[in-house]
C-alpha cells in the first residue's frame, strides 16, 4: 500500500516550479508509506511515490520504468498478479522483480487500458506512455483506492489524499467549499462522488479509466465495469451448487490476500463476518493466523465476549485491545488524515485497532464489504417493514410520529430502539426510494435550512443529496428493490464512506487492509443471488449463514448485526466559526438532546468545527494541519 502522486504540465512552467512541488506532494503522504520515497519528472509529467513494502520489499522501487520510457506509480495490490505474470511471460515479456507493480507497467504495454479489466485487486495507478505522450489512469472497481485530481487550464494534478493538491499554490488559489458537498455532509456524514469539499478538486469514480492530454489539455474517462449488469442478469437457482460456489469464491479471495511477506492477521468483532474471514484464514494457514479485536468500556458497544468465543472455537489466538475514547484534538488529527468533514464515528475505534495491530502486523484482512452484498444492514429490514407500513393513512402514521416524539425518550445507547423507531417513524409520506435514504439521514432538508446560511442556501438552489441516489435507483430500475437498495448503497455509502474510513484510518498507521468480500467475483456473484438468499424477511446474509453453519459457532451465525461504532460526546450548541469572507452557518441553530438521541447530529457537527479549523488556517497560511494555532481562529 501505499502513496501516489503526479503532475501533467500543459504548458512550460505550469504549474510553478512543478519538480519542487512534486518532491513536496510526495513527502506529505510520507504516513501511506514510510518505507521508501521517489520522484521522477521528464517531458512535462512529474511522478512521486511512497511505499508501504509488502511484496518483493528488497525491490519495487517506484516511480517505476518500463519498456519504451513507460513510467508508473501504483497504490493497491493486483491479487491475481502472479497468474497474469505467467500469461506475460509466455508472451515473451521478462520481469527483474517479483512485484505486482512490474505485472501492471507489463500488463499495460500488452494490452493497453483494457488491462485493468485482468486485475483482480484494489488499485489506483498512473502511467506516464512516452510514446504517446499522455499519462493513463485507473481506479479499482469498487473504490477501495482513492484518487483525487485537479485538472486546470495550466496542468493536470493528482494524488492518494487532497492534502497533497493543496500543497500546489495554483490550486490552493483557485479551490472553494463546495455547498453541494457541504449539503452533502450534512444529510449523511461524508460526501457523495464525484465532489469533494473543495470545488474543482474531484474523485475519480471507482471502475473508471482515463487519459490525460497534455496537447488538447483534457482529461477523458470511461467506465470499465458495470456493477448494474449483474443486478440485472438472469438470478442464480437457489440449490446446494450455488452455496458451494459462494464458498469456493469466498474462501479464495481470503486465500489470495493472504500472501505478503509480512506479518499478517484477521480483524475480529463479534459478527458473522470478520469469523467468517478468520476461518479460512484458519483453514489456509492455522499456524501464522490470529485475530485482533477491539474492547469498548461500554456494554453496549463491546463484543469481546463473542469475539473470544468464535476465536475459541476456531482455535485461533486474540489480541484484544482497549478502546479509548478521543477527545477534540484527536478528532481533529482523524479529520485531517481524511481531509473532508466526515462522521463515521467508527473511524475513531479503527483508527485505534490501525495503530495498536501495527505494533504486530502490517497486514490486517476484515469483514468489510459482506453488509453491502449480502444484505446485512438493519435499514433492509427497515425498507421491508415500510412497503407494509406506508399503506397505513397517513393520519395512522402522523399521529405515530407524533406520540414517538412525545414518550420516546433517548437513551444513547448504540444505535437504540428509541433512535431507530424514531427515524423510521419520521418517513411520513415517503417514497420507498426516500425512505431508504431518510434511513442513514442526519439533517433532514428542513434542519439544514435552519443551520446554514441564506447566501448558501442559495447557492445549494433545488439540489438535494437524495437526488444522487434517485438517479443510482434509476440505472437498476427494473431489479427487486432489496437489489436497488444494494447497488445505490455500493455506489454511495460504501465507496464514501466505508471505504475512505478504512483506507485512511489504516493508511494513517501505515497498515493494510484487505477485504475479500469486495472480491469483485464475490460482488458480482452476490448481485446475481435471489433475493431470499440475501434477506427472507426476517433473516439477513441467509446464504452465508447457510455456508457456515458447520464451521462457526451457533451464536456467531444467528447473532444480530451490531456494527462497529463508537461513545461520543454529545453538544447542544454549534460551536462552528463562519469564514472571514462570508457566512455560512446560522449562529442560533441549537439542538435539543433532551428531546431526541443527537449523537450522530452533535458528531456531524464536531467533525466540520475540526474540518474548518483546518480550512481557516490553510486560508491564512497555506499549510494543510490539524495543529491550528490561535491566529487562524
Sequence with gaps: MCGIAGIVSFRPGAPTAPSDAIAVMTDILAHRGPDDRGVWSGDGAHLGHRRLSIIDREHGHQPMRGDAGRVIVFNGEIYNYREIRETLQAKGRRFSTDTDTEVLLHAFAEWGEECVERFNGMFAFAIWDQERRKLFIARDRLGKKPFFYYCGADFFAFSSEMKALLTIPEVKERVEIDPRALSDYLSLGYILSPKSIFRPILKLPPATLGWVCPESARLTTRRYWMLEDFYLAPKHPDSPETEARFAELFHDA???????????????????????????????SPETTRGICMGFAERSFDETARARVTAGHLGAPLDTLDHRHTNKEGLAHLIWHIDEPFADTSMLPTFQLCQTAKERITVALSGDGADEILAGYSIYKADALYDRYRHLPMAVQRMLLAGARKWLRPSYRKVSFDYKARQFLGSVGMSRREAHYWWRNIFSETEKCQLLSRELLEEIGDYTPFQVFDQYHDRVAEAGFLDQCLYVDAQTWLVDDILVKTDRMSMANGLEVRSPFLDYRLVEFAARLPLHLKFDGTTSKVLMRRAFRDVLPRKTITGPKRGFNAPVKKSARLNLKDRHDRALFNPDFTLHPDKEDVTFKSFVLSGLDAWMRMERHYTFSSSWTHDVKDHAE
Excluded: W
Excluded at 260 to 283: R, Y
Design 254 to 284: 481470503v486465500k489470495i490476500r493472504m500472501h505478503a511477506d509480512v506479518p499478517l492477521a484477521g480483524f475480529l468483532s463479534g459478527g458473522i463476518d470478520s469469523a467468517a474471514v478468520l476461518s479460512a484464514m484458519m483453514k489456509e
